[in-house]
């Protein structure tokens, strides 16, 4: 309510990201990546950022008081990097993230929405099944 914004993540990365052009002479940075330039100032693109650093601490705190941080077999740190990469890409791909799709999408009766959640559901589903049938120890 304070921001005036829907619940959400994905933005957070193009915050981040804007950043980087910075470093570009300012004609490129308008030219080239103008859909930056609204997300390198701002309480509504920035409070996304803290919102999803907590969410990574959060995370991180849990793993580590259950013992569990780094205790997963079969995933190596690149498989991990890849596997984020991929969730990002598909997320800015959709329009948003699955938490904002799925709490504010659907209070908000957008039709997206409505479309985006089922086909990530669908997706996880898919992948599961093809895990399992790849390998017969998948849990």
Known sequence: MVVRDTIG???AYGAVCSLATHALKEEHRETHFKRFSSMRTGLENWWQVLYLGAAVL???AAAASAKMLGDVDGVTPAAGFIGGFLMLFGSRLAGGCTSGHGISGFTLANLSSFVAVPCMFAGGIATAFIYEAADSSFP
């Open 9 to 11: 993540s994905s933005t």
């Open 58 to 60: 959060g995370a991180l």
